[in-house]
C-alpha cells in the first residue's frame, strides 16, 4: 500500500479535498436523512456536546446557517423568528433551505472561503451519528477539507505550545502537524484521529491510541479553539462501532 504523506499547509493536501459547497450540501444531506428515520429516542442529549440535545444541536446549525448568509452576502438573514418553537422536521426543513442559498454563495466565493462552515457541519454531523447510534460513513467527500481545517488549528497548538513536530497517521495516509522534523508519530483509525483533534476525545483515551513515545507532551495542544477534550469519555473509540457502506 503507498503511503501519502502531508505537510499541514502546504498544497498537497489541496488534491484530496473536494469544494466547501459540495462538502456543505452533502453533510446537510446526510444529517437529513438520518434524523427522518425512527429513533428510540426523540430528542436524545448529544454525548459530544451534552449543553444540547438532537434538537439544540440542529437550531444551531440552522442559526449558523442563517448567519453565514449574512456574512457572505452582506446582507443579514435572520434565524428564523419561531426557531425555539420548532420541532426537529421543521429545523431540518429550514436548514435546507437556508443551506440551499449558503451552497449558491459557498459557489460563487469559491476557494478556502467556507472551510470553518463545513468542518462544523461535518463535526457535529458525526456527533449526530453517536448521538443516535447510526454507523460512521467510510467515505465522506467532507472529510479532506474538514480534517485540514482541525490539523492546521492543531499545528498552531502545537507551534505555540513550544512542542516539536508530531506526525500523524493512518497507515495509507500521513499528516506532519508543527515545525521541523517530527519528533513522535500518532497512528490511529483516521476517525479518531479526528474526533480527538475536535475535542471529542478524552486525555485517557487519547494516550491509549498507538504512540511510538509518551504522549503527554502534546496533550495540552489538543486544547485549542474551540475544542477542549472531556475529562471522562462521552464516546467509544470508531474500532468499536461499525462503518456504513
Same mark, same amino acid.
Given at each position: 500500500m503507498d503511503t501519502k504523506l502531508y505537510e499541514v499547509g502546504t498544497p498537497t493536501l489541496r488534491g484530496e479535498r473536494v469544494p466547501n459547497h459540495e462538502s456543505y450540501r452533502y453533510v446537510r444531506g446526510?444529517?437529513?436523512?438520518?434524523?427522518?428515520?425512527?429513533?428510540v429516542v426523540e430528542d436524545p442529549v448529544v454525548p459530544s456536546c451534552p449543553e444540547w440535545t438532537l434538537r439544540g444541536l440542529v437550531t444551531h446549525l440552522v442559526g449558523v446557517?442563517? *448567519? #453565514?448568509?449574512?456574512?457572505? %452576502?452582506?446582507?443579514? %438573514?435572520?434565524?428564523? %423568528?419561531s426557531s425555539s418553537d420548532m420541532d426537529i422536521p421543521e429545523l431540518l426543513a429550514a436548514w435546507d433551505r437556508l443551506g440551499a442559498e449558503v451552497d449558491v454563495l459557498l459557489a460563487e466565493r469559491g476557494g478556502?472561503?467556507? #472551510?470553518?462552515?463545513?468542518?462544523?457541519?461535518? *463535526?457535529h454531523e458525526l456527533d449526530i451519528r453517536y448521538a443516535i447510534g447510526a454507523a460512521l460513513p467510510r467515505e465522506h467527500p467532507a472529510f479532506a477539507g474538514a480534517f485540514e481545517v482541525l490539523a492546521n488549528g492543531f499545528a498552531a497548538a502545537v507551534s505555540d505550545h513550544g512542542l516539536p513536530a508530531l506526525r500523524l497517521s493512518t497507515v495509507s495516509t500521513q499528516w506532519i502537524v508543527g515545525d521541523g522534523a517530527p519528533a513522535a508519530t500518532l497512528t490511529a483509525d483516521r476517525y479518531d484521529l479526528y474526533? #480527538?483533534?475536535?475535542?471529542?476525545? %478524552?486525555?485517557?483515551?487519547?494516550?491509549?491510541?498507538?504512540?511510538?513515545?509518551g504522549s503527554h507532551r502534546w496533550l495540552p495542544a489538543f486544547t485549542w479553539g474551540p475544542f477542549t477534550p472531556p475529562a471522562t469519555p462521552v464516546e467509544p473509540v470508531t474500532g468499536r462501532l461499525r462503518l456504513s457502506s
Amino acid at each position: 500500500m503507498d503511503t501519502k504523506l502531508y505537510e499541514v499547509g502546504t498544497p498537497t493536501l489541496r488534491g484530496e479535498r473536494v469544494p466547501n459547497h459540495e462538502s456543505y450540501r452533502y453533510v446537510r444531506g446526510s444529517v437529513l436523512e438520518l434524523l427522518r428515520a425512527p429513533r428510540v429516542v426523540e430528542d436524545p442529549v448529544v454525548p459530544s456536546c451534552p449543553e444540547w440535545t438532537l434538537r439544540g444541536l440542529v437550531t444551531h446549525l440552522v442559526g449558523v446557517a442563517a *448567519t #453565514s448568509i449574512g456574512r457572505l %452576502s452582506g446582507y443579514p %438573514s435572520a434565524q428564523p %423568528s419561531s426557531s425555539s418553537d420548532m420541532d426537529i422536521p421543521e429545523l431540518l426543513a429550514a436548514w435546507d433551505r437556508l443551506g440551499a442559498e449558503v451552497d449558491v454563495l459557498l459557489a460563487e466565493r469559491g476557494g478556502r472561503t467556507g #472551510s470553518i462552515l463545513a468542518m462544523d457541519a461535518f *463535526t457535529h454531523e458525526l456527533d449526530i451519528r453517536y448521538a443516535i447510534g447510526a454507523a460512521l460513513p467510510r467515505e465522506h467527500p467532507a472529510f479532506a477539507g474538514a480534517f485540514e481545517v482541525l490539523a492546521n488549528g492543531f499545528a498552531a497548538a502545537v507551534s505555540d505550545h513550544g512542542l516539536p513536530a508530531l506526525r500523524l497517521s493512518t497507515v495509507s495516509t500521513q499528516w506532519i502537524v508543527g515545525d521541523g522534523a517530527p519528533a513522535a508519530t500518532l497512528t490511529a483509525d483516521r476517525y479518531d484521529l479526528y474526533r #480527538s483533534l475536535a475535542g471529542r476525545r %478524552s486525555h485517557a483515551q487519547i494516550t491509549a491510541l498507538d504512540w511510538d513515545r509518551g504522549s503527554h507532551r502534546w496533550l495540552p495542544a489538543f486544547t485549542w479553539g474551540p475544542f477542549t477534550p472531556p475529562a471522562t469519555p462521552v464516546e467509544p473509540v470508531t474500532g468499536r462501532l461499525r462503518l456504513s457502506s
